[in-house]
């Protein structure tokens, strides 16, 4: 999944970065809200977490342009005694708010909370047939057998179990699993999809050729 990082303060924003990446999101941060407005026009994000005090642009502004003919989910960070805030960018638009300072964990929690309203989903466990993953704890089950795998193939699994039965073209699935500045290799995409091929069923991620890679819900 690929967050939109708006957070003007180094350390707070580095911290936050490294955090994301850590636990498998590909992750392009942003200090100013001009910037990540321009990013969000051409970049396929999943989700935005936005502080709305910015150095260039009123954080309520960009959240509103965020929010204008997007489905783009918002989560904002703000100062705990700016209870004003919390309750306009709620009014704006925002699907959530996290106070600052706050725990790493309750952040991931509230993010995962977000993306699964988006998805019409009320649970953390997403089953497909015999694949169960868990995103909460980065888990991953074939037929009730957990099965181990690296960040990215947790990632790419996950991007695919999410639109199960769609096509996902190769630059779109690499978009979402890799932020700017990160170097892709000319095959990673298809050494993933090998291990977990491997990993889980060899029927179960069909390629389309000349397209991308299709999850199909029949082979699970």
Same mark, same amino acid.
Not at 91 to 107: H, N, R, S, T
Not at 202 to 215: A, D, E, F, N, S
């Given at each position: 999944?690929?967050? +939109?990082?708006?957070?003007?303060?180094?350390?707070?924003?580095?911290?936050?970065?490294?955090?994301?990446?850590?636990?498998g999101y590909?992750?392009?941060?942003?200090?100013?809200?001009?910037?990540?407005l321009?990013?969000?026009?051409?970049?396929?994000?999943?989700?935005?977490? +936005?502080?709305? $005090?910015?150095?260039?642009?009123d954080?309520? %502004?960009?959240?509103?342009?965020?929010?204008?003919?997007?489905?783009l989910?918002v989560?904002?960070?703000? %100062?705990r005694?700016?209870?004003d805030?919390?309750? %306009?960018?709620?009014?704006?638009?925002?699907?959530?708010?996290?106070?600052?300072?706050?725990?790493?964990?309750?952040?991931l929690a509230?993010?995962?909370? =977000?993306?699964?309203?988006a998805?019409?989903?009320?649970?953390?466990?997403?089953s497909?047939?015999? +694949?169960?993953i868990d995103?909460a704890?980065h888990?991953?089950?074939w037929?009730?057998?957990? =099965?181990?795998?690296g960040?990215?193939?947790?990632a790419l699994?996950?991007?695919? %179990?999410?639109?199960r039965?769609?096509v996902?073209?190769?630059?779109?699935?690499?978009?979402?699993? *890799?932020?700017?500045?990160e170097?892709?290799?000319s095959n990673?995409?298809?050494?993933?999809?090998?291990?977990?091929?491997?990993? +889980?069923d060899?029927?179960?991620?069909?390629?389309?050729? $000349? =397209?991308? *890679?299709?999850?199909?819900?029949?082979a699970?």
């Amino acid at each position: 999944m690929r967050v +939109l990082l708006i957070e003007d303060d180094p350390l707070l924003g580095d911290g936050v970065r490294t955090a994301l990446i850590r636990e498998g999101y590909a992750v392009d941060w942003m200090t100013r809200g001009g910037d990540a407005l321009e990013a969000a026009r051409v970049e396929p994000f999943s989700l935005a977490i +936005l502080d709305l $005090g910015l150095p260039d642009m009123d954080g309520l %502004a960009v959240l509103r342009e965020l929010r204008r003919g997007a489905s783009l989910p918002v989560l904002i960070l703000t %100062a705990r005694d700016a209870v004003d805030q919390r309750i %306009a960018g709620l009014d704006a638009g925002a699907d959530d708010y996290v106070l600052k300072p706050f725990d790493l964990q309750e952040l991931l929690a509230r993010m995962r909370v =977000i993306t699964r309203r988006a998805e019409g989903r009320s649970t953390q466990l997403l089953s497909i047939g015999r +694949l169960t993953i868990d995103e909460a704890q980065h888990e991953v089950c074939w037929d009730g057998t957990p =099965i181990t795998l690296g960040r990215r193939e947790f990632a790419l699994l996950l991007e695919l %179990a999410r639109h199960r039965d769609k096509v996902m073209s190769r630059p779109k699935l690499e978009s979402l699993l *890799y932020g700017w500045g990160e170097e892709i290799g000319s095959n990673a995409l298809e050494v993933h999809v090998h291990h977990l091929r491997r990993k +889980l069923d060899k029927h179960l991620i069909t390629t389309v050729r $000349g =397209i991308g *890679y299709r999850l199909d819900s029949r082979a699970a």
